[in-house]
T-cell receptor, first 120, second 113 residues
Framework: GAVVSQHPSWVICKSGTSVKIECRSL??????MFWYRQFPKQSLMLMAT?????????EQGVEKDKFLINHASLTLSTLTVTSAHPEDSSFYIC????????????????FGEGSRLTVL | AQSVTQPDIHITVSEGASLELRCNYS??????LFWYVQSPGQGLQLLLK??????LVQGIKGFEAEFKRSQSSFNLRKPSVHWSDAAEYFC???????????FGQGTTLQVKP
């Protein structure tokens, strides 16, 4: 099946630094990718929709200046946590759906393995 | 607003016993419905999905789910649980064609030997 890969799988950083997380679709193209955040023992919360070649669409309450999203190509989206603080520590998961804009609705989403961020 | 409720936060079953995980959704029309499984520290794997048609859906690893419109439910079942099924299970809905998913709170499944 289709594979979505995230890198790094875990990262520890100091407060105030910025961290970049990559999400790659290895064997398919996707104009749209999604970024989710998961707090410990909680559900996943959609943060933003990453659109290739255009600005990301952020969900209500998500700071776009804190969580920078760049969808540079049809196989790569990046999430940069800027000036990270301990409260940004979380498990970040991306997903992607094979296909281009206008493709079949409700197609299967493939999830990355997640990236665990710990901010000291 | 659309929402998904998984009433059971934690369930423990004996290996070989049957399993049912509950999921209720709130949405005006019939949404796309999904069940995902997450092993500790890992991403999500799709177990099964429902878009339309037969309301009993078969998935991987011996799981099935039944969509009941009258009850706004999409419960996940397995006739005989294996120790390797211990994980976190998430029910999710996609209320539109955007591909966005709304997740339930998750149910942690523990399997006793």
């Amino acid at each position: 099946g289709a594979v979505v890969s995230q890198h790094p799988s875990w990262v520890i950083c100091k407060s105030g630094t910025s961290v970049k997380i990559e999400c790659r679709s290895l064997d398919f193209q996707a104009t749209t990718m999604f970024w989710y955040r998961q707090f410990p023992k909680q559900s996943l919360m959609l943060m933003a929709t990453s659109n290739e070649g255009s600005k990301a669409t952020y969900e209500q309450g998500v700071e776009k200046d804190k969580f920078l999203i760049n969808h540079a190509s049809l196989t790569l989206s990046t999430l940069t946590v800027t000036s990270a603080h301990p409260e940004d520590s979380s498990f970040y998961i991306c997903s992607a759906r094979p296909g281009l804009a206008g493709g079949p609705a409700g197609g299967e989403l493939f999830f990355g393995e997640g990236s665990r961020l710990t901010v000291l | 607003a659309q929402s998904v409720t998984q009433p059971d936060i934690h369930i423990t079953v004996s290996e070989g016993a049957s399993l049912e995980l509950r999921c209720n959704y709130s949405y005006g029309a019939t949404p796309y419905l999904f069940w995902y499984v997450q092993s500790p520290g890992q991403g999500l794997q799709l177990l099964l999905k429902y878009f339309s048609g037969d309301t009993l859906v078969q998935g991987i690893k011996g799981f099935e789910a039944e969509f009941k419109r009258s009850q706004s439910s999409f419960n996940l079942r397995k006739p005989s649980v294996h120790w390797s099924d211990a994980a976190e299970y998430f029910c999710a809905v996609a209320p539109s064609n955007t591909g966005k998913l709304i997740f339930g709170q998750g149910t942690t499944l523990q399997v006793k030997p």
